[in-house]
């Protein structure tokens, strides 16, 4: 008897592409594998718009029209091209003759792209609207078309890999070089390469031994590092963040948590130290993403200098205080005459030299090229060797952006990405989707590769209740 072949039935689904989603992902297309895929020519307006920019939506969308210029080879984006992935791309024209009522502004181009994706579904077509912006999510939905967010390299915050377990013990086991539990936690769970387990005492939390997994069942116990600076850590998770700074052998750090915990200052920290005392590298890059909380870094006063000095300023706190504590352990006070004695006036303007000298001694050293600060859109293109890199605010940068930053990275160097991924300025990021936990997902288990993720505040009990409350 001969046996009929089922052939498979083409599916009648079509995902609609709104235009953020492929300045989200320039590979956006390719994502939706034996699926059809459409974007109305309204993005295509949109895209030609940005594509002069200098910023990242300028530099994806230049890469979108060079996909679909590739794409176009291959047939008529108007009919629909095969894509490699077994699904079709295909670019919808403004609908002529809707015989429904349409109650938005079609001034809009997000509106012309859900009038595309409307009618499709009029046509009998199982619609998808993709979407990174909430609101045309939203008003798809109010449209009775059935919205999602783009979801390629989402990472729940339920799965987000933090770095470090904790496992509660008796104490006596803490007088053991090695505890049992370490035994018992590798017989009944994965660890992944450089996971910190804390054990601590089930009676004192202040009692811990702390150590890292370096795989093939072996742990490395973790302590300060030694420094000449008098700055230790305030607790556990520092720890854990100095021991992977320090590492030569990580090349990338990712140190994530709200604010007061310390990211920006540990990061800092093991940058200047090892670059000033330990001659590890040759100087600190430092940078982030120019979303400031007010206004655009072109508005701010004064020429390209002052307006780094303010983007940045939150580093230069860092540095200040970084320097002000490493000398306070040596407080050798400056040789004065009769003359400076008397300018130096009262006790009060005393201190006002003393943090100006402070303030001198960091451009000097920025001036003799130990510490560099750059936007992100110069480091574009560069390889970058013998480095300590430091990108604060990473959680405001896409995967695709944080990709860029560490392909940057060249011989003996080593990059840091901090953030707070609960404070997100983007409006087409969140928790899940942002480029610091995404990357930090992406890397788990790879020797190169450490992070932590700071849960206690130690900037004042003020700064830990607003992040809690507010």
């Not at 120019?290 to 780094?308: A, H, R, T, W």
């Not at 707070?420 to 992406?442: E, K, R, T, W």
Request: hydrophobic share 40%; proline share 5%.
């Amino acid at each position: 008897m001969e046996k009929k072949i089922k052939k498979k039935k083409k599916s009648n689904k079509v995902y609609v592409l709104d235009t953020n989603v492929l300045i989200h992902d320039p590979m956006a297309l390719y994502s939706f594998a034996d699926s059809a895929v459409a974007l109305p020519i309204i993005a295509l307006e949109e895209l030609d718009r940005f594509k002069n920019e200098t910023t990242d939506r300028g530099r994806n969308s230049r890469n979108v029209i060079r996909r679909m210029d590739d794409l176009r080879l291959n047939g008529s984006l108007r009919e629909g091209v095969r894509l490699d992935n077994g699904g079709t791309f295909q670019v919808l024209f403004n609908p002529e003759g809707f015989s429904g009522d349409f109650p938005l502004s079609l001034d809009i181009a997000d509106n012309e792209i859900l009038l595309s994706a409307l009618a499709l579904k009029e046509q009998g077509k199982e619609v998808c609207f993709v979407s990174k912006d909430i609101n045309a999510r939203v008003k798809a939905d109010i449209l009775g078309i059935h919205a999602e967010d783009y979801l390629k390299g989402k990472v729940e915050q339920e799965e987000f890999y933090k770095g470090w377990l904790e496992v509660f013990v008796p104490a006596v086991q803490l007088k053991k070089e090695y505890p049992d539990a370490l035994g018992v936690l590798l017989q009944e769970k994965k660890l992944f390469l450089n996971e910190f387990v804390l054990v601590t005492s089930q009676h004192n939390t202040h009692n811990y031994k702390l150590f890292r997994y370096l795989g093939q069942n072996k742990f490395k116990p973790v302590f300060a590092p030694k420094l000449s600076w008098p700055m230790q850590p305030r607790n556990a998770q520092q720890l854990m963040a100095l021991d992977l700074l320090f590492d030569p052998t990580i090349q990338f750090v990712s140190l994530l948590g709200p604010a007061g915990t310390g990211k920006t200052f540990l990061a800092v920290l093991a940058g200047l130290y090892q670059v000033l005392k330990q001659d590890l590298y040759t100087k600190m890059l430092v940078s982030r993403p120019v979303i400031p909380l007010g206004p655009d870094i072109g508005y701010l006063p004064g020429d390209l200098q002052e307006k780094m000095h303010s983007w940045m300023q939150p580093i230069y706190d860092n540095v200040d205080l970084i320097m002000h504590n490493s000398k306070s352990k040596t407080p050798a006070k400056p040789k004065e005459d009769k003359d400076d004695r008397a300018k130096k006036g009262s006790k009060r303007g005393g201190k006002k030299q003393e943090y100006e000298a402070q303030l001198s001694g960091l451009d000097q050293i920025i001036k003799q090229g130990k510490v560099s600060l750059e936007a992100i859109t110069y480091m574009r293109g560069r390889s970058i060797p013998f480095q300590y890199v430091l990108i604060d605010e990473v959680q405001n940068l896409s995967p695709h952006e944080v990709k860029t930053l560490i392909s940057r990275i060249g011989q003996d160097s080593k990059i840091v990405l901090a953030g707070d991924p609960f404070q997100i300025d983007s409006p087409y990021l969140d928790f899940s989707s942002n480029g610091l936990v995404v990357g930090s997902n992406a890397f788990k288990n790879h020797a190169v590769f450490g992070t932590v993720f700071l849960e206690n505040s130690e900037r004042s009990e003020l700064s830990r209740l607003a992040g809690e409350l507010l």
